[in-house]
């Protein structure tokens, strides 16, 4: 006898009738109603190169899905696009919008009682969205990324969108003109794709693959790569397989896969963003903060090399590593070196064997073995400290410094701060402070490239610290901490940092303290500044949304109390 389907709850039997009645009509006929019914959840959209090819992948993933006996059941979600957004008030929706596409996901299968899901996805949020919906649904669940934008060239030189946001620091800093900016922002993004370098597309869709929810080889494709469309099509095929074989989703979200995900972003360096995004997707699985937090990634950013040369602070880029060997050579790098922990993946393989699959390019160098590496420690650490009783992050990406101490520059608003630097009133050996942009302050927890960007543009990034509760771009390379907790908004000590006082961030001792008496400023009361929205999505957020230093879900009992 065939195990009960969901789907069968919404379909079989005389009072389904009225259901079976609306599906004729959208062309759902008895063999289509016959088979298990897979929901495409789409994150296509024309406004951005990360997404706009992906409804006609979906063409083939529809085909794969009917081809291996199921059938396809379309949806599509938002999208928020950070290169985009980034530096205006659009940005604060981008973390909320992680959340809206899982509720939207988790709505449209739980509300149509679905099988089985294939996630198409592109720019940042879309891929943990994915991640947390296919957590909190547990079904057979494939996440296929739509690939990496391929190189812009200007001259001789290769660049991406993270030259655009320092070329406008450049051009702020009277380093290159307006016209030499244009010049660089025509040539940055060649055509469909998610940003080039290891940001936080490409570092969650290696995360995603490592991790077991992704099939790694079809991830690494470019999204204009011959093979993409054929890796669509596989993917359908993949996730019928998986319902056939009752793989489910959180039986790929496990400590040990977390943690094997969490290693393969450090040894690219890659984006701070996998930290709040790993952790939320163990929230929503269920996985206990004892088995997986956040002190796990600074333990394994001490243990783990930095073996990928890529961007934002090496040569490479992702289509660069996807030519060189891929993610399976990256896990097989470190599989030999006894850094990884062998755990199931979404196609029926272990990790390892994935890894024994792979193909190294001849003479390539993008990755490296773990005794030569780029570089001897990983791409973040996590500290406490008088500013962070609940933790931070910090960015290690691009430099080699792990200690700064210097006057704070106390900025209540991303703005505030970006339009200090293009004055020139930041100086070197500053301590730059932006608070009030966290989870709940921002709200939505804004990245800081326009900031960090411009202090590169203007030749500062190698003498200036900045702190914020606020979060970064994987784009983003420089000494930065961020997620801050508390955070500002919600009495945080950072909120009590006045101008002038001497922040010292100590990376070994995994401090981030301020020389002044926050007690005594803390006793004299906090006052929470008016929110900044009252009504509507924002509002709502920031109403429910928990620490950064445990992934800012909203969900119960994550969230917020009181």
């Not at 929901?39 to 992948?57: D, E, K, Q, Y």
Request: net charge negative; aromatic share 4%.
């Amino acid at each position: 006898m065939t195990a009960k389907r969901p789907s069968h709850t919404l379909i079989q039997g005389p009072a389904r009738a009225p259901a079976r009645a609306m599906l004729r009509a959208a062309g759902y006929d008895d063999e289509r109603l016959s088979r298990p019914l897979v929901a495409i959840v789409n994150t296509w959209t024309s406004v951005t190169p990360c997404n706009m090819h992906l409804a006609g992948l979906a063409d083939h993933a529809r085909a794969g899905i009917e081809a291996a006996g199921a059938t396809a059941v379309d949806f599509n979600t938002i999208v928020v696009t950070d290169g985009i957004a980034m530096g205006t008030d659009g940005m604060r929706a981008s973390l909320m919008s992680r959340d809206c596409v899982a509720d939207s996901a988790e709505l449209a299968v739980r509300g149509h009682c679905l099988d089985a899901v294939l996630f198409l996805v592109g720019c940042d949020k879309t891929l943990p969205g994915a991640a947390i919906a296919a957590a909190r649904l547990d079904l057979p669940s494939v996440i296929l990324y739509g690939g990496s934008i391929m190189q812009g060239v200007l001259g001789e030189r290769k660049i991406t969108i993270q030259d655009v946001f320092e070329a406008v620091g450049a051009c702020a800093a009277g380093r290159i003109t307006e016209a030499e900016l244009v010049e660089v922002e025509k040539a940055a993004c060649p055509g469909a794709g998610a940003c080039g370098g290891q940001f936080t597309a490409n570092t969650m869709s290696l995360a995603l693959g490592v991790m077991g929810l992704s099939p790694m080889a079809l991830n690494d494709l470019p999204a204009i790569h011959p093979d993409k469309p054929k890796a669509a099509e596989a993917a359908g095929r993949l996730v019928v397989e998986a319902l056939n074989a009752g793989r489910n989703a959180r039986s790929l979200i496990t400590p040990a896969s977390l943690k094997n995900a969490a290693t393969a972003v450090t040894a690219t360096a890659g984006s701070t963003n996998a930290v709040l995004h790993l952790l939320a997707i163990a929230r929503e699985a269920g996985v206990p903060q004892d088995a997986f937090n956040i002190n796990d990634f600074d333990a394994i950013s001490r243990a783990t090399p930095v073996i990928a040369d890529l961007k934002p602070g090496g040569r490479y880029m992702a289509p660069d590593m996807s030519a060189a060997g891929g993610t399976r050579l990256l896990v097989k790098r470190l599989k030999e070196s006894g850094l990884l922990n062998n755990a199931p993946v979404i196609t029926g393989q272990t990790l390892f064997e994935e890894a024994d699959s792979a193909e190294e390019k001849a003479g390539q160098d993008v990755i490296r073995t773990a005794d030569k590496p780029v570089k001897a420690r990983g791409g973040f650490g996590v500290l406490y400290g008088d500013l962070a009783p609940e933790g931070c992050v910090v960015k290690l990406a691009g430099h080699d410094r792990l200690v700064a101490s210097g006057p704070a520059r106390v900025f209540d608003s991303e703005e505030a701060c970006f339009k200090a630097i293009n004055q020139g009133r930041i100086q070197k050996g500053d301590v730059v402070v932006i608070r009030y942009e966290g989870p709940a302050g921002g709200p939505g927890m804004r990245e800081m490239l326009a900031v960090t960007a411009a202090l590169q543009g203007a030749g500062l990034g190698d003498d200036v610290a900045l702190i914020t509760d606020g979060r970064f771009s994987g784009a983003t390379y420089g000494f930065m901490v961020g997620h801050i907790a508390p955070e500002a908004a919600r009495g945080g000590p950072i909120a009590f940092v006045q101008e002038g006082d001497v922040i010292t961030i100590d990376v070994d001792a995994r401090r981030l303290d301020v020389d002044a008496d926050l007690e005594a400023r803390m006793a004299r009361g906090f006052i929470a500044p008016a929110p900044r929205y009252e009504s509507g999505a924002y509002a709502k957020y920031a109403a429910l949304v928990g620490s950064a230093s445990d992934g800012a879900v909203t969900g119960f009992p994550f969230a917020a109390k009181g």
